[in-house]
Each structure stands twice: as structure tokens, then as C-alpha cells.
């Protein structure tokens, strides 16, 4: 999963990119921090699952699912985003945007930047739109992709995002590639003040979101930072201290999943033992393509056990004899916490 954070010039962004991967980026003021760095940052998705498979098949690796962090600079010399075009590109390659709004100064207006930042994610789509349109003029063929275009184009004049506009499957691909900001997953990072860490939404906040269909999260991004960057102990102890139940880092991977609507499947063996992130009804046939395309080609059946049912009746063997193992086809819906041996033949 790729998520870009976006923010105003000193909304605590790096703070937060800081706290989420445990690195150390230089935060706003510092030297150099007007050349429009961009920092990047990966890290582990905690699955207690794949941590008691590897205690069962002492495998020779365990890989856990991973989140990776882009922290996109503001832009240079004024508040709005760098819109560059080498910065829009990486932009567009992201799965989901974060976008980080300062709560911890009351002078900050909320709802302005806000209303700021998304009207810029429309204004960079409407430029790829009309020049696309303007390209297509002189294509032949194109038809489908014209019109709709033309829907988009309607859309985004009337300053709204593409998350709004209801497509087709073949639709959706049709426009994939351009990787519209305004129609990627958003999630609303209120930076609030050390006091309020681990705190919900205001009501007001709340409201606001959900009359914009926006997901929200509130992070305390200095002191979560800190306790981010303790050793395990430690950062219990702390958070037992302040009153908070749940880091952040924890709260923001579940709704990233929640947003992007992810599951994860479950491989396993005597050399890996591994989560696999795909998004809630794929079927057995494309989850096979996630760990290799000549798995997806060659695709014959998937040997199939929920999680639960293997660790209570704890091997493959017993499984099979007690026939919680299933043996499922192509078309076969993954479900959260499966775990899949794929039979293929190429």
C-alpha cells in the first residue's frame, strides 16, 4: 500500500510522516527545508496471525504486510502545493492520500485548508483532463474515452472530486492510468495538541467529514512522534501514562485498511510465512496474482483454511481430516485471514 501525506507549510506533516515510520526527517524550519525534499518511509503492518504461523513453522522468513510513506513537500515560497509536474507524477502513483490539517494552533482555519487542498487536487485533474480532450480531438477510436472524459471534466468544473462520480468497472480502467488525486482515497490527519492525544473527532470535525464522505483521524503528532521513536517498553509505559489506549501508528494502519477496503490472505511454509494485502473481494485467481502472474495463468485450485479453524486444530493434516480444508476455484471470494496454497501449472 502507498499512501502520500499533503499539507499547508507547517501542519506538522513531517512530524506525522516521523511518528507513522519511526524515522527522523528534519521537520519545517530547519536548513534546507525550502528545497522540497521528499521523504520516504516503509513500514511493517503488525499481523498477531503471521506472528503465531511463523512460531508454528519456524520458517526461514516472515514477511508482513507494509505500508510505504511518500511525505510530499509544500510548495516553494507560498502555501499552496508544489503542483510541478515530476511532483503531480509522483503523486498520482499513490494508492490513497493523507491529508494533514494543523489542529494544534487555534488560529488555524480547518475548514479553509481544507476546502483549500481539495480544490487544488481538482484543479490538477482538470488540467490532465482538458488536455487530454484536447489530444483526442485528433484520435480516431476514442469515443468511449471521450465522453467520458467529458463526465469528468463536468464534474470537476463544478468543484467536485472524482471520488464522487459513479463509473463502470470497464470505466474504472478506462481512466486508471491517470491516477486522478482527486478521485483517490482520502483521509483527513487532524494534527491536534498533546493534550488531546488519542482523543476521537470533535462533533464539529465529525460532521464536516461526513457531509464531505471523508474519513478522519485525530493524531497528536509531536508527542506521538516521541513515543513512537521509544523502545517497546518504554512506549507502553508512556502510553499508559498520557491516557492513551492504541498508538497511533496502530489506529492510522486500521483506517488506512478500512478506507482502501483491504484484506489480508495468509501464506505458509518451512521457508516463508506471509500476509498478502488485496482489496476485499478479489477472487482466488487474481489474490494468485499478487504473489506471481504465472500463478494467476496457470491457476487450477486453491487449498483453502481460515485462520481460526487451523490454529484450533493446529496442522494442515488435521485440517484436512477434520474437512475444514476446501478445495476452491478461480472464482472463489478470499476472505480476511485465509490461508491459501495455490496449485498451478504452467
Same mark, same amino acid.
Given at each position: 500500500?502507498?499512501?502520500?501525506?499533503?499539507?499547508r507549510?507547517?501542519?506538522?506533516?513531517?512530524?506525522?510522516?516521523?511518528?507513522?515510520?519511526?524515522?527522523?526527517?528534519?521537520v519545517?524550519?530547519?536548513?534546507?527545508?525550502?528545497?522540497?525534499?521528499?521523504?520516504?518511509?516503509?513500514?511493517?503492518?503488525?499481523?498477531?496471525?503471521?506472528?503465531?504461523?511463523?512460531?508454528?513453522?519456524?520458517?526461514?522468513?516472515?514477511?508482513?504486510?507494509?505500508?510505504?510513506?511518500?511525505?510530499?513537500?509544500?510548495?516553494?515560497?507560498?502555501?499552496?502545493?508544489?503542483?510541478?509536474?515530476?511532483?503531480?507524477?509522483?503523486?498520482?502513483?499513490v494508492?490513497?492520500? %493523507?491529508?494533514?490539517?494543523?489542529?494544534?494552533?487555534?488560529?488555524?482555519?480547518?475548514?479553509?485548508?481544507?476546502?483549500?487542498?481539495?480544490?487544488?487536487?481538482?484543479?490538477?485533474?482538470?488540467?490532465?483532463?482538458?488536455?487530454?480532450?484536447?489530444?483526442?480531438?485528433?484520435?480516431?477510436?476514442?469515443?468511449?474515452?471521450?465522453?467520458l472524459?467529458?463526465?469528468?471534466?463536468?464534474?470537476?468544473?463544478?468543484?467536485?472530486?472524482?471520488?464522487?462520480?459513479?463509473?463502470?468497472?470497464?470505466?474504472?480502467?478506462l481512466?486508471?492510468?491517470?491516477g486522478?488525486?482527486?478521485?483517490?482515497?482520502?483521509?483527513?490527519?487532524?494534527?491536534?495538541?498533546?493534550?488531546?492525544?488519542?482523543?476521537?473527532?470533535?462533533p464539529?470535525?465529525?460532521q464536516?467529514?461526513?457531509?464531505?464522505?471523508?474519513q478522519?483521524?485525530?493524531?497528536?503528532?509531536?508527542?506521538?512522534?516521541?513515543?513512537?521513536?521509544?523502545?517497546? %517498553?518504554?512506549?507502553?509505559?508512556?502510553?499508559?501514562?498520557?491516557?492513551?489506549?492504541?498508538? %497511533?501508528?496502530?489506529?492510522?494502519?486500521?483506517?488506512?485498511?478500512?478506507?482502501?477496503?483491504?484484506?489480508?490472505?495468509?501464506?505458509?511454509?518451512?521457508?516463508?510465512?506471509?500476509?498478502?494485502?488485496?482489496?476485499?473481494?478479489?477472487?482466488?485467481?487474481?489474490? %494468485?496474482?499478487?504473489?506471481?502472474?504465472?500463478?494467476?495463468?496457470?491457476?487450477?485450485?486453491?487449498?483453502?483454511?481460515?485462520?481460526?479453524?487451523?490454529?484450533?486444530?493446529?496442522?494442515?493434516?488435521?485440517?484436512?481430516?477434520?474437512g475444514?480444508?476446501?478445495?476452491?476455484?478461480?472464482?472463489y471470494?478470499?476472505?480476511?485471514?485465509?490461508?491459501?496454497?495455490?496449485?498451478?501449472?504452467?
Open positions: 500500500m502507498k499512501v502520500g501525506l499533503i499539507g507549510r507547517g501542519c506538522g506533516k513531517t512530524t506525522i510522516f516521523n511518528m507513522l515510520t519511526g524515522l527522523g526527517a528534519q519545517g524550519g530547519y536548513p534546507g527545508s525550502d528545497k522540497g525534499d521528499i521523504h520516504l518511509g516503509v513500514i511493517k503492518v503488525p499481523d498477531q496471525r503471521i506472528d503465531r504461523l511463523a512460531e508454528i513453522f519456524q520458517p526461514k522468513k516472515t514477511t508482513y504486510a507494509e505500508i510505504r510513506f511518500t511525505d510530499f513537500p509544500p510548495n516553494q515560497g507560498n502555501d499552496n502545493l508544489k503542483t510541478s509536474s515530476e511532483l503531480l507524477t509522483q503523486m498520482r502513483e494508492e490513497a492520500m %493523507a491529508l494533514v490539517l494543523c489542529d494544534f494552533d487555534p488560529g488555524a482555519d480547518l475548514l479553509k485548508d481544507l476546502n483549500g487542498l481539495l480544490a487544488e487536487m481538482i484543479l490538477a485533474d482538470l488540467l490532465v483532463v482538458e488536455n487530454r480532450l484536447v489530444k483526442l480531438k485528433k484520435e480516431k477510436g476514442k469515443e468511449q474515452e471521450s465522453l472524459l467529458e463526465r469528468c471534466r463536468k464534474s470537476l468544473e463544478s468543484e467536485e472530486s472524482l471520488r464522487g462520480l459513479s463509473l463502470t468497472p470497464d470505466e474504472e480502467n481512466i486508471s492510468g491517470f486522478f488525486l482527486s478521485r483517490k482515497p482520502l483521509l483527513a490527519l487532524f494534527n491536534t495538541s498533546d493534550e488531546r492525544a488519542g482523543k476521537p473527532l470533535l464539529a470535525q465529525e464536516e467529514l461526513q457531509r464531505r464522505a471523508i478522519g483521524l485525530t493524531l497528536a503528532g509531536k508527542v506521538e512522534m516521541e513515543i513512537a521513536q521509544l523502545n517497546e %517498553a518504554d512506549r507502553e509505559a508512556f502510553l499508559k501514562e498520557i491516557g492513551v489506549e492504541e498508538p %497511533a501508528r496502530a489506529r492510522f494502519i486500521r483506517a488506512s485498511y478500512l478506507l482502501l477496503d483491504l484484506i489480508s490472505f495468509l501464506t505458509t511454509g518451512k521457508d516463508e510465512v506471509r500476509a498478502w494485502t488485496i482489496k476485499r473481494g478479489t477472487t482466488a485467481r487474481k489474490a %494468485a496474482g499478487k504473489i506471481h502472474s504465472d500463478i494467476e495463468r496457470g491457476f487450477i485450485r486453491a487449498e483453502v483454511v481460515p485462520y481460526e479453524e487451523f490454529i484450533a486444530l493446529g496442522s494442515e493434516t488435521k485440517c484436512r481430516e477434520a475444514k480444508l476446501r478445495l476452491e476455484g478461480k472464482d471470494v478470499v476472505q480476511d485471514g485465509d490461508i491459501i496454497h495455490f496449485r498451478f501449472n504452467v
